[in-house]
T-cell receptor, first 110, second 115 residues
Framework: GEDVEQSLFLSVREGDSSVINCTYT??????LYWYKQEPGAGLQLLTY?????DMKQDQRLTVLLNKKDKHLSLRIADTQTGDSAIYFC??????????FGTGTRLLVSP | DVKVTQSSRYLVKRTGEKVFLECVQD?????MFWYRQDPGLGLRLIYF???????EKGDIPEGYSVSREKKERFSLILESASTNQTSMYLC??????????????FGEGSWLTVV
């Protein structure tokens, strides 16, 4: 079955790098996603990676994919207080159905 | 830009009421989804639709039904609302035509409280 796991909480200081980790179980997933949710808001797509890639970089965001270990990570460089939010990883299955992790709450302190 | 609009941001309904949550997308997407978000559980798929008048059950369809009479609109229906359906509901849509990857867009969410 499909299951996506994330740690629930991460706390960093402003300016540090944040690394949010995710493990998934469905090896047939073609796309893996990172979404950001700010308080009271919907989901904002941050980035996604195709399953045949190992890494994707987009400005301050770096996504690493280890298919062998079914491990996905999101690194945020120079973390700012505005990055405080809940981050969800998700894997896409048939018909682009998403299976989400529980979300990691990132707290950035000044 | 893709826009997914959920008509109601905040609703308070009584137990037993019939509740309609409406979602409209403006990008001619084939796929539409309804998710439910609860703390510590992430988002769980209730129903999805890959075409007009087509629907498929997701992981937690009990107590819900859906309607897709037009391509742009996907409605979630709670036939008889119960307190355990108090939650945030998120609608999403996606196209299978995008050449650069499958990208799924979400609405702002509807907060439903059943009292």
């Amino acid at each position: 079955g499909e299951d996506v796991e994330q740690s629930l909480f991460l706390s960093v200081r402003e300016g540090d790098s944040s690394v949010i980790n995710c493990t998934y179980t469905d090896s047939s997933s073609t796309y893996l996603y990172w979404y950001k949710q700010e308080p009271g808001a919907g989901l904002q797509l941050l980035t996604y990676i195709f399953s045949n890639m190992d890494m994707k970089q987009d400005q301050r965001l770096t996504v690493l994919l280890n298919k062998k270990d079914k491990h996905l990570s999101l690194r945020i460089a120079d973390t700012q207080t505005g990055d405080s939010a809940i981050y969800f990883c998700a894997e896409a299955t048939g018909f682009q159905k998403l299976v989400f992790g529980t979300g990691t709450r990132l707290l950035v302190s000044p | 830009d893709v826009k997914v609009t959920q008509s109601s941001r905040y609703l308070v309904k009584r137990t037993g009421e019939k509740v309609f949550l409406e979602c409209v997308q403006d990008m001619d997407h084939e796929n539409m989804f309804w998710y439910r978000q609860d703390p510590g559980l992430g988002l769980r798929l209730i129903y999805f639709s890959y075409d007009v008048k087509m629907k498929e059950k997701g992981d937690i369809p009990e107590g819900y039904s859906v309607s897709r009479e037009k391509k742009e609109r996907f409605s979630l229906i709670l036939e008889s609302a119960s307190t355990n359906q108090t939650s945030m509901y998120l609608c999403a849509s996606s196209s299978i035509q995008r050449p650069t990857g499958n990208t799924i867009y979400f609405g702002e969410g509807s907060w439903l409280t059943v009292v």
